[in-house]
């Protein structure tokens, strides 16, 4: 079932449960399961991944969540700010990712980041919006929670004539953002045994005149 979801900007003091939540959506992502496979260590260092990623979009890009309970995030980089810098990240927190989750899974976590990272140099746009994370807790997904969150920034991409760009790693996400009108750029596996992965790109759409 569908519900009317309203949408707000994330505020600083809702990082943390943010955080949580999108650690309990990608709980059962394949990627997450490959970074750390046992089921309690997943679940007490997801979070401590997602925090600083969606914090750095809150910082320098833009974050968006739902109105009243906190049901999904959807984090951006806007154009010029596309590119991770070691500055910024360090004001997002992410110099302190590796003390808190482990040496192990940050390293398998930074192979997918930095494949997926050298793909979008190659194939990405000049200018272009790029979705970094969008998540829904478990309980809200497919009541139109995710298609809400992103609706914003797709449609200022629409009015500025702009690409938007997003990794994704279940086919069951390659469908929803079909429908949004992504197309896949590239489908893999990271190398050498990591998870499958695809990376996906969506043009502008022409955008109506309005009726004065």
Not at 178 to 194: A, S, Y
């Amino acid at each position: 079932m569908t519900t009317q979801t309203k949408v707000t900007g994330l505020a600083p003091s809702q990082l943390t449960d943010a955080g949580a939540m999108l650690g309990r959506a990608f709980f059962d992502d394949p990627g997450s399961i490959w970074v750390t496979p046992d089921d309690d260590e997943r679940a007490r260092v997801l979070p401590h991944f997602m925090e600083p990623a969606i914090r750095y979009c809150q910082l320098f890009g833009e974050a968006y969540t739902t109105a009243g309970p906190l049901d999904g995030a959807a984090g951006w980089l806007t154009p010029g700010n596309v590119h991770f810098t070691l500055k910024r990240m360090v004001e997002a927190e992410m110099h302190l990712t590796r003390a808190r989750v482990g040496e192990e899974n940050f390293e398998r976590w930074m192979r997918i980041m930095g494949y997926l990272e050298s793909l979008r140099g190659r194939d990405a746009p000049a200018d272009y919006y790029y979705l970094v994370v969008l998540g829904v807790d478990p309980p809200r997904q497919g009541q139109g929670v995710g298609s809400a969150l992103i609706r914003p920034v797709m449609a200022r991409a629409d009015a500025e004539g702009l690409p938007c760009y997003l990794e994704t790693g279940t086919e069951i996400d390659v469908t929803f953002y079909r429908k949004h009108g992504f197309e896949v750029l590239v489908e893999g596996d990271i190398p050498d045994g990591g998870p499958a992965f695809w990376t996906m790109s969506r043009q502008p759409r022409a955008v109506r005149p309005r009726d004065d």
